[in-house]
């Protein structure tokens, strides 16, 4: 269903890389709310060549940008507020990749270069991308800017290893320059915080099939779907949300906020 919730409005999506992804899903459903954007992936990306078929379905162009590199950046932006014809209203952050995750290194012993290429990828590209949208004032007033992360940021999940630190990165970046967005441009950034989603990053994480059924038992919603994510990210994109800004906002079917749920119990009483 669509409620003409972005008419009018521009953006850039990060991150699509095939159907599962959640830029993927959100692309769509801003599509389908009326909003218009440009698509960018990271070059390596791109040769798999599926995002195509995404720009073509949503009547947008492709821009290729490695999120970690400032001048990928810069003429990304530039692109963009040509081909959109102004400054943007949107921009979804969905990217996120750990090397030691990757090549199965312990978070006890992990390949440091690779961590801080993680960190790069994962946290400080939201940095740089915030820092060029800034600097080139390429950002409307009450624009929106969104980050995706996952709740390792804030408890325990030893298999989700770097990436735990790389989200906590992440939100701290939210909200620091979330209050310079907010006090010099009326612009807000949150970040949405998912339950695990099968995708191409999620799964490479160990034991996923694990994390995925647990929180499924553990939350009284179930999990949150990409689709649920993506229209989430709309909400948050429209002007219904305009003053909710340094947020890290749950999309998780109240898993967060559980101890634990009758069916978990369950599976640990023995029968009398
Ligand atoms: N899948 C989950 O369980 C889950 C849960 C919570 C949060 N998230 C977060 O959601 C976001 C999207 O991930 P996804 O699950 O849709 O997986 P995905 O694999 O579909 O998307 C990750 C994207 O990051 C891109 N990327 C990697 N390095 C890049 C670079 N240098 N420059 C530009 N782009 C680069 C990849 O090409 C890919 O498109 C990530 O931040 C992820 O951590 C995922």
């Not at 709740?151 to 030893?158: C, E, K, L, N, T």
Request: with cysteine.
């Amino acid at each position: 269903m669509s409620y003409n919730l972005l008419k009018g409005k521009k953006g850039i999506i990060f991150g699509a890389l095939d159907e599962n992804s959640i830029a993927w899903k959100t692309a769509e459903r801003v599509h389908e709310e009326g909003g218009s954007f440009v698509l960018t992936n990271a070059p390596i990306a791109m040769r798999m060549g599926q995002i195509n078929e995404l720009a073509k379905k949503t009547n947008s162009e492709i821009i290729p940008a490695d999120a970690t590199n400032l001048d990928d950046l810069e003429n990304l932006v530039e692109k963009a507020t040509e081909i959109l014809g102004g400054k943007l209203d949107f921009v979804l952050h969905s990217i996120g990749m750990s090397v030691n995750v990757r090549k199965g290194k312990a978070y006890t012993d992990p390949n440091y270069d690779w961590t801080h290429k993680g960190l790069d990828v994962s946290a400080l590209s939201f940095h740089k991308t915030m820092h060029v949208l800034y600097k080139k004032d390429a950002m409307n007033e009450w624009g929106s800017i969104v980050a995706l992360t996952y709740m390792a940021a804030q408890r325990v999940f030893p298999d989700y290893n770097d990436m735990a630190d790389n989200k906590a990165y992440l939100e701290s970046i939210a909200r620091s320059f979330g209050y310079f967005f907010g006090r010099d441009k009326n612009v807000r950034v949150n970040t949405i915080s998912q339950s695990p989603t099968p995708t191409t990053a999620g799964q490479g994480v160990k034991g996923f099939d694990g994390f995925m059924a647990y929180a499924e038992k553990m939350s009284p919603l179930g999990n949150a779907t990409a689709i649920d994510c993506a229209n989430y990210t709309v909400s948050l994109f429209s002007d219904l949300t305009k003053r909710v800004t340094l947020q890290n906002l749950y999309n998780d079917g109240g898993f967060s906020n559980m101890g634990v749920s009758n069916e978990v119990m369950e599976a640990f009483v023995k029968e009398q």
